[in-house]
């Protein structure tokens, strides 16, 4: 996936470093695996664990893929939402996404303006990632009983950055060019949630306003 998003405008938040990355590391080989999976065009085959490999560990790997992603594709557009421009986080006025971080200093559902919402979400992501007590990064360390748990969640949050594009500034995408990097790279969010049952059991409740769209995806897969 990467290749794909090489030609995004460089307005990012820095990429996080690849989890182990060293050439004998189990992530290493597991992100390589990925990424020939993605290049030959089988996204089906691109979100299944590989043979043998630790389903915690693929997770992990993914999470931290996904999310630079998701910093490219928003970064792209960063300039059109704005305070003024989206004064609330919201895929369609069907769908408000209040924020609600109890250690970050939010213990009730707090209403922002779709940058700032994104900004925490993104911030509260990577110190997920960060956490070595949650994402160790160290051979042979155990993942924690609630990582399963947590990576939901993850997910779960991320995808409300896709739905916001999607719904409100699509037109920008398809202006930049942008809109294949989007499309590919939410259609691999949405089979690899959907291999891995990371929605429990949501259907179209867990994808919102892009529930039609995430049909469709599925069903062209």
Not at 27 to 45: C, D, I, M, P, V
Not at 83 to 88: I, N
Not at 183 to 208: M, Q, R
Request: neutral net charge; proline residues 6%; hydrophobic residues 35%.
């Amino acid at each position: 996936m990467a290749s794909l998003l090489t030609t995004i405008n460089a307005r990012t938040r820095g990429q996080f470093k690849p989890r182990n990355a060293g050439k004998g590391s189990t992530s290493y080989q597991l992100r390589q695996f990925a990424e020939a999976t993605l290049g030959s065009g089988s996204l089906r085959k691109a979100v299944k664990l590989p043979e043998g490999e630790d389903l915690n560990e693929w997770l992990a790997v993914n999470v931290v893929d996904f999310y630079n992603q998701i910093n490219l594709l928003y970064g792209s557009i960063t300039e059109f939402c704005s305070p003024s421009t989206c004064p609330e986080m919201k895929a369609t006025d069907e769908f408000e996404y209040l924020w609600q971080d109890p250690a970050g200093g939010f213990p009730k559902p707090t209403k922002m303006a779709a940058p700032e919402y994104i900004e925490h979400l993104m911030s509260w992501v990577q110190s997920n990632i960060d956490n070595e007590s949650t994402f160790p990064s160290r051979i042979g360390v155990p993942f924690p009983k609630h990582f399963p748990s947590t990576v939901r969640q993850l997910f779960k949050r991320m995808y409300r950055v896709y739905a916001h594009i999607y719904c409100h500034h699509y037109a920008v995408i398809v202006h930049l060019g942008l809109e294949p990097h989007l499309n590919t790279s939410f259609k691999h969010y949405v089979l690899f949630i959907d291999e891995h049952g990371l929605e429990k059991g949501g259907g179209k409740d867990y994808w919102g306003p892009l529930g039609d769209l995430v049909d469709s995806m599925l069903k062209s897969d």
